[in-house]
């Protein structure tokens, strides 16, 4: 359809911003804008990849807006929801449109004055029990890659918030997304939505299974025959100046496979890309103090034009790979499936380059869901004119499976996860703190319109095992059949925590309180991962051996009856992490001693501030120690001993600057307010002497004039 067609269907104002964007809109949005899309009808898109979904979304935020109402787009990838907040905010500039994902400490009021939120999935859930102040008068809200649905760690979040919304926004338009839903019209019957179905790829995507030197899709073409598929396959793309993306089920060999493209495509480097990779080569390997062996790897590949790509990595290094690779000059990312959702990037080609991984019971077949996702990827409009898939197989069984279930195979149905007791209990309490209902009836009726239950799967026993759990640990009372949280309770739901995290931390705080003197970090710490708030991390047989016998001699407060004993084992080993990086170790030293790669230890850092956050408002509630949780904290925000944390008050002050300063014997806010700038310039360098001088100064005069 034209846009001039499409003109009837169109509010003026949102006509107006799109008439020079667009020319003809593709068939799912044709569909979608004839279907009620800018009549608020509720929509579910299930399309292909590529098939221009992101603009349905656009037109339905656009058309909220000029209905003065809020729009809220909802991903559940960070990555994703930047890059759609970025092309928003470049699209609209003048529109407020502001980006949330997730920090406690965030400043939610600017949310209140934005009219279109990008959020995650979390984020959504934690301001909807904030007694919803920043949630009002919405006007839609975008599911995108709403198939995630049947993701066992984000699917009930999603499916919560999703059952949540209806309840409290029952006229908010709202459109979900997906390429890769098996049963659209269950999902579209749930969400009470129109369904729109379509096969149509802008870009013609031709898939081809690699084996034994030949690619295969109806016929054969011989490509090369060397010693591996993925070098045949590579030394093929190669020759036809193909950029690719290639895919591998873990960090291990996604590493060993760039290593072997980068001895193919290094010399067939020009000097111009050379030099241009070795800038990114050289930012990607210096953003810790010290580089650790992983920044040696990824920036050494670089250098020769392929990178890996996978969460070990820290975000500043994968966005810099990912530009190198939006730039042409990185040509081959070997990728972990984390980058397969919704991303436009300029790959020509993808390559699968096993379809197996590991899972509960061995190695098992990935779902044709998630390979199509990462297939997805390829031949992007923006980019390509046609794209190519390639999967390979390494024998004739892997051959048989592939043609059946990945080429010829139907999409897998999205199933409910909610069926698992931390799910129920924790949005029990969230429920009954929201004050949305009152009696247990109507909390089972809440529970009756969640897309697990459409498929008639009963939870009465499990929720009432949710209301035991919570009356029992004083979260919430029942007085006469009437459901309301306790102060703990809410303040356990405010933190966003699972219940039963509370539970592990109250039992902490108690039991130190009445300690005389100082509760070691370790200690705490300890208590901290025990939680299940952090991925549970299997030790092997010799580490288990090793941090058992340790236990013995450790004082340690967590409850051992409450908690699992190999978590428990498994948490003395992350303390010792996390005990050496406030006792100053670098990232270098976390990598080489616990095979903690960086990307992974923020992750983990920025859940501890989290916990820590949480531990301190439970400790000053129930009267435990927040001073102590509260310097441990700031010290794992910076990686320091206890003795910088005067210094690092300073804003201009990090982990670096503060040892420096404390090792030439300027060790406390007074002793830095005295020195010289000349000779503050010598140590830090001019700008950071000034920046600090003019801010103690600053704050002097504002101490003085209150
Ligand atoms: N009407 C149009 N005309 C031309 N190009 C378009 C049109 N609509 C979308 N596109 C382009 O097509 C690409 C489609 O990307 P989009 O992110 O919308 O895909 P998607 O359907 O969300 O796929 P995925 O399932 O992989 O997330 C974008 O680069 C976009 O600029
Ligand atoms: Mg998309």
Known sequence: MKIDDAEKFIPKEVYSLLKD?????LPPQASAIKNGLFKGHNLLISAPTASGKTLIAEMAILNSVSANKKAIYIAPM???ISEKFE????????????????????????????DVLFASTEKIDSLLRQSNKYLVDVGCIIYDEIHLLTDVGRGPTLEFIISLNKRIFPHAQIVGLSATIGNAEDIADWLGADLIKSDFRPVNLIKKVYFEGELVNGKKEHINLVEDPLSDIMLYLIKNNKQALIFSQTKKSAIANAKLISKLIEPKLISRDRIALSEIANEVLNVLDRPTSQCEEVSQLIRSGVAFHHAGLINKQRHAIENGFRAGLIKYIVATPTLALGVNLPANTVVITSVYRYGNYGSEAVPKLEIEQM????????????????????????????????????IEPIVSKFNSESAIR????????MGLYTNKQD???FFGTIFLSYFGIDISDKLEDAFDFLEEHEFIINENEKLSTTKTGKLINRLYLDPYTGVILISFITK????RGRVDPFSILHAVFCTEEFKFIPLSQSEFQKYEEESYGLKLYTDQNIVDYERFIAAIKMSHVISDWINEKSEKFIEEEYHVLPGEFYTILERLRWITYSMIELSRALGGK??????????????????????IAVPEIGRVRARKLFSVGIKTLAELKSTDVRRLSDLLGLKTAEKIYSYLHEKETENKLI
Do not use: Q
């Open 21 to 25: 964007k667009i020319e003809e809109f």
């Open 78 to 80: 960070r990555a994703l």
């Open 87 to 114: 092309d928003f905010k470049r699209e609209y500039p003048h529109i407020k449109s502001a980006l949330s994902m997730g920090d406690y400490s965030e400043n939610d009021s600017k949310l209140n004055s934005c």
């Open 375 to 410: 297939l997805g990827r390829a031949g992007r409009p923006k980019y390509d004119k046609e794209g190519m898939a390639i999967i390979i197989a390494r024998n004739e069984r892997d051959f048989a499976l592939i043609e059946k279930k990945y080429i010829d195979g139907d």
């Open 426 to 433: 924790t949005y029990t309490l969230a429920l009954i703190d």
């Open 443 to 445: 909390i089972e009726a």
């Open 512 to 515: 130190t309180k009445g300690e």
């Open 626 to 647: 927040a001073n102590e949780i509260g310097k441990l904290s700031t010290r794992i925000k910076y990686g320091i001993k206890e003795e910088l944390l005067p210094l």
